[in-house]
Structures are given as C-alpha cells and as structure tokens.
T-cell receptor, first 116, second 116 residues
Framework: ETGVTQTPRHLVMGMTNKKSLKCEQH?????MYWYKQSAKKPLELMFV???????ENNSVPSRFSPECPNSSHLFLHLHTLQPEDSALYLC???????????????FGPGTRLTVL | AQSVTQLGSHVSVSEGALVLLRCNYS??????LFWYVQYPNQGLQLLLK??????LVKGINGFEAEFKKSETSFHLTKPSAHMSDAAEYFC??????????????FGQGTILTVHP
C-alpha cells in the first residue's frame, strides 16, 4: 500500500449504531487530519493530530471521537449519528508537525458515510 | 481569519479551449495558496502551490496559477483542456508561519466539465 488509505470506502449505519473509520498513511508523515465533505459546502476541518497529539478540534460534536494510536494510524469513532452527518469523510496527512503552512496535505480516497 | 472564494461553481469548456478557474482569497498574513483536484470517488490531489518566490507557479497536468497580491487572486489556468481534466477543483489558503499545523481553508469548489 502506498499513500493514504481509508477503510471502509462506503458505510451505511443507523442512528443508534457505533462504527469506526480507519485511516493509514504510508508516507512517514507526522500530522494527520480528518475532514468532512458535504454536498454544496466547503471541506470542513474536523481534527488535527500532530505526533499523535490532538492539536485542533473544530467544534465537532462529541458523537465524533478521534483516536490516533501512532503516527501512521488515525481513527474516527462514530456513535448516535444524525442523518445530517451523512458525508464523505476524508483523511489527510502531512510531513511536518511544527506549524508550517507550506505543507502539502496528502488525502485518502474517503469514506462515504450514509446515516439512516 | 482566512477565506477563499471560488467564482463559479460550474465551468464548462470545449476540449482544446482555455481553462480558467477563479480564486480570490482573504488573509491577514502573507498567504500560502494551493489548488487541489478531486476526481470522482477519489480524494484530493495537489495540483500546485504558491509559498514564496516566483508568482507564476507551474503544476502537474499542464496547469499553472499566478499569485497576484494586489488583486488577492490565485486563478488556475490551462491553455488547452483535455477530457481527462473533468473534475472538481478546490482552491485553499494557509496562513503561513505560525499557522496551526498547516491548517487549510478551502473554497467551495468548481466543477469543470469538458465537452468534446
């Protein structure tokens, strides 16, 4: 595997379910990101992890819970979601962990989530 | 605070015609600017970025963009469109040194359609 991978690619869940999204980067990067991409809205940054520590949380509801066990893996745990949470969830990674705005972020293919 | 405005949510061109996708930004610090492309069912891929130095930036697949500080613009161009250029294009701004971990603010995206 190369680049950034995400599993599953598609997920359908009920509002009472608990599920997790997984992201893995094979680039040796230090920072990882979760984004939400909804129809007709700009990409929304949800969480940022740098060297396995959460450094940003953009007022995301607590029904989304991130986890970064090491610099290569990032999870997004989901519980009691709402239909409006249906979206494409994108994971990204970048090289540096020191606030360099020049970093290129490398994106995974995303998980298409549908909440019934 | 930063923001990005992409003028035109849909742009349609004929194969071989000039592609022009418009992006204007607002930033309180010298910006770093990015263009990403998203093909159907895929994540975002970097086309090009401006950090410092030459204001005309060349990217992959024949695309280029020019940073114009006086106009706060970073328009994306390609002299001759190809069918394979059909995708959604995102302009993004990062706030430069001191920005938290390469935080990107994205525009709403422009869908490019290429007609034969």
């Amino acid at each position: 595997e190369t680049g950034v991978t995400q599993t599953p690619r598609h997920l359908v869940m009920g509002m009472t379910n608990k599920k997790s999204l997984k992201c893995e980067q094979h680039l040796g990067h230090n920072a990882m990101y979760w984004y939400k991409q909804s129809a007709k809205k700009p990409l929304e940054l949800m969480f940022v992890y740098s060297l396995e520590e959460r450094v940003e949380n953009n007022s995301v509801p607590s029904r989304f819970s991130p986890e970064c066990p090491n610099s290569s893996h990032l999870f997004l745990h989901l519980h009691t979601l709402q239909p409006e949470d249906s979206a494409l969830y994108l994971c990204a990674s970048s090289q540096h962990s020191a606030g360099l705005g020049t970093d290129t972020q490398y994106f995974g293919p995303g998980t298409r989530l549908t909440v019934l | 605070a930063q923001s990005v405005t992409q003028l035109g949510s849909h742009v349609s061109v004929s194969e071989g015609a000039l592609v022009l996708l418009r992006c204007n930004y607002s930033s309180s610090v010298p910006p770093y600017l990015f263009w990403y492309v998203q093909y159907p069912n895929q994540g975002l891929q970097l086309l090009l970025k401006y950090t410092t130095g030459a204001t005309l930036v060349k990217g992959i697949n024949g695309f280029e963009a020019e940073f114009k500080k006086s106009e706060t613009s970073f328009h994306l161009t390609k002299p001759s469109a190809h069918m394979s250029d059909a995708a959604e294009y995102f302009c993004a701004v990062s706030g430069g040194g001191g920005t938290s971990y390469g935080k990107l603010t994205f525009g709403q995206g422009t869908i490019l359609t290429v007609h034969p």
